[in-house]
């Protein structure tokens, strides 16, 4: 088998959305699979459409084109703010997209109504997290604007916190989306379909009780893929978080005097190493000097995955990576050469992983009585 490689195993994953969809259906709050750690990978798509999620979201063109190609036809959502260059391939592939820019969506429009079709709009709303969002005292003026376009309609409004400064989603900041929900429908006499609460960092708050108020719909990327919420990284009661597994191929391995020899300046990525990538992990550290060590080379770098976002076997360190090499101490053990060793990943390790071309994908479905195979 080739390394490196990821190993996915498509059961856990459709467990983990089987048991989300379950628990929010309870609540009225349908479930958006972002599935762009995965870029959009088709199989993924058809586990969690058995699943029952109400649709995907994806901020990339691209992935969307690839998914229609693909032969899904479950709603997809652009969950990225259209680029004004990109809008006629928005509404030909995308049956909703998230928005907050008025000349934007003025050429949606346009572009919505050369195809003859309307194309549904949710407007985001900034509270709190100061990534992408309209203030809550202009959105009553740009959802007026949406409602004179002809080629849009106004699905709905939503909000992303937790991305960008990690700020809480509380019953407070979903109560103030319900509220605006509820005024946008009274001032203008409409109805929303759908108010967007958040994403995965929203599950702290609603499996703890959260008052849901009139949100609807979440858009759950992490704790579908990996069983853990964003905003402590804790694993969610009941999900499996090692759905994915990387594994990599040690190329060399050998005692080696744990302290570097010679005057020191920077490395090939910054500054030397003051401490061992995951500090928190028992073994040798970069600075002190633990005698010989056994020290393992693997074929995996930098251009692969996030090294600070890999977590190694049991009783192994993460030294350091460069572009093509990761550099592992195994303190007593010697791991012979050719030997695979598997690595657990972070969101960001992820998204990394499935975009080089040099790691390899394997999607595992394993049921109890039954294996199947798909190579990618
Ligand atoms: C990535 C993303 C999501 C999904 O976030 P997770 O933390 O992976 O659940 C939801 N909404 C938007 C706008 C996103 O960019």
């Given at each position: 088998m080739t390394a490196p490689r990821l190993e996915i195993r498509l059961d856990r994953i459709q467990h983990n959305a089987r048991q989300l969809v379950n628990r929010l259906s309870s609540q009225g709050i349908s479930v958006t699979a972002v599935t762009k750690a995965t870029l959009g990978s088709p199989p993924i798509v058809a586990i969690l459409t058995e699943a029952g999620i109400a649709g995907i979201g994806e901020p990339r063109i691209e992935t969307i084109e690839s998914l229609r190609q693909a032969g899904v036809n479950l709603p997809i959502t652009l969950i990225r703010s259209p680029m004004l260059s990109q809008v006629a391939r928005v509404v030909a592939v995308a049956d909703v997209s998230l928005n907050t820019e008025r000349e934007v969506m003025d050429h949606l429009s346009a572009a919505a109504m050369a195809r003859g079709r309307r194309h549904g709009v949710v407007l985001m709303v900034e509270l709190?997290?100061?990534?992408e969002g309209i203030l809550p005292q202009q959105l009553e003026g740009v959802a007026q604007h949406v409602l004179l376009l002809p080629g849009l309609k106004l699905i709905g409004i939503g909000t992303n916190l937790g991305c960008q400064n990690g700020v809480v989603p509380t019953d407070g900041s979903m109560a103030e989306l319900s509220d605006l929900a509820i005024s946008l429908e009274s001032r203008f006499g409409i109805a929303l379909e759908q108010v967007s609460g958040g994403n995965s960092a929203n599950l702290p708050w609603l499996l703890a009780g959260?008052?849901?108020?009139?949100i609807n719909n979440l858009r759950l990327g992490e704790s579908i893929?990996?069983?853990?919420?964003?905003?402590?990284r804790q694993p969610i009661a009941g999900l499996c978080t090692n759905a994915f597994t990387l594994i990599a191929e040690v190329i060399e391995s050998n005692r080696k005097p744990s302290l570097p020899r010679g005057e020191q300046r920077q490395t090939a990525f910054g500054l030397?190493?003051?401490?061992?990538?995951?500090?928190?992990?028992p073994g040798a550290g970069?600075?002190?000097?633990?005698?010989d060590r056994w020290r393992v080379l693997l074929a995996l770098g930098v251009q692969d995955v996030d090294p600070s976002g890999l977590t190694p076997p049991a009783g192994m360190e993460l030294l350091g990576a460069s572009s093509d090499h990761l550099v592992l101490d195994t303190g007593t053990i010697a791991v012979p050469v050719g030997t695979e060793l598997s690595f657990q990943l972070s969101y960001g390790a992820l998204l990394r992983a499935m975009t080089s071309p040099f790691i390899s994908r394997r999607m595992v479905r394993q049921d109890s009585d039954r294996v199947s195979l798909a190579d990618l």
């Open positions: 709190g997290d100061r990534r959260g008052v849901v108020g009139r893929l990996l069983g853990r919420e964003p905003l402590q030397a190493q003051a401490r061992p990538l995951q500090a928190n992990l970069a600075e002190r000097d633990c005698g």
